[in-house]
């Protein structure tokens, strides 16, 4: 029985997580069947504690557990792949929270261990490596910190062909882009630039206007050319979403919606990443959702039409 209540504070804590930190994420997993919900949930908040490792102070509301808080970032991190490691090989979870769901996760989903050290390989980049120079380099690092969350959350959302896998990194790739474009400014208050430093200079916007948060046309030629690479990403995604289970795909499809909406809030706010955060309002996020379900019935009807 304590085992019982143990698991279930545990999905409760990551579920609370999950809500605080993305409120675009938390709304399109609450489509999902209850089981892959508390998974995808239990993902999730394991992505955020390890990124708040880096971007949060040490007092931070999302730190709980022995593997947060008390050391050094780049201690914590290994402090992680070691915790997962004894998990997947032992099924040792400690007092953490966030293992005491993944254990429980891992009896009823075959989430692969290599993706999350891959995470973990991405969440340390942000302790050494500030700028990037093309995007080669700095699609590396949104592969590592974003690419495998499509991978560690598609054997939750089932799939019946390999080719699942390399769209749901499509997503991850065009989900990080988005978030790099939303915190421009807040990024560089931290002393980070994602922007590629060659793509920069092509169009001729330098570092220190960005540090200065200027917003000329420059800024918003190499804005523009970010997020129309971003919707590349997500149109290259969408195949992928028809190849997962049934169950998930309203969810996953309203997700990226919703996420997608971000970069038309950044043209709508006026390229001002600096002072505004853009961010989908809630009657959108209704419209979304009502559009999508008739969406989905409306397949469901044809494909039995087909059938019959």
Known sequence: MRQVQLVTEAYENCRQVTQRA??????????????KRAAIWAVYAFCRVVDDLVDEPADSTLRVGHLRG???PAKAIDGWRRALERLYCHGE?????VLYAWRDMLEHYPVPLEPALDLLDGVMMDLTQKRYQTFDDLYLYCYRVAGTVGLLTTP??????????????????????????????EDARRGRVYLPQDEMARFEYSEADLMEGVINDAFCQLVRFQIERANDYYRRAQPGIALLEADCRLAVRLSSTLYRGI???ILLNDFNVFTRR???PLKTKLMTVSTHWFMQQYEVYMKGLHEA
């Open 22 to 35: 993305s409120k675009t994420f938390y709304w399109g997993s609450i489509f999902l069947p209850p089981p």
């Open 70 to 72: 008390s050391h050094s």
């Open 93 to 97: 979870v400690g007092d953490e929270p």
């Open 156 to 185: 939750i959302f089932g799939y019946q062909e390999e080719a699942s896998l390399a769209h749901a990194v499509d997503l991850g790739i065009a989900l990080q882009l988005t978030n790099i474009l939303r915190d421009i400014g």
């Open 263 to 265: 970069l038309d809030r």
């Open 278 to 280: 853009a961010s989908v």
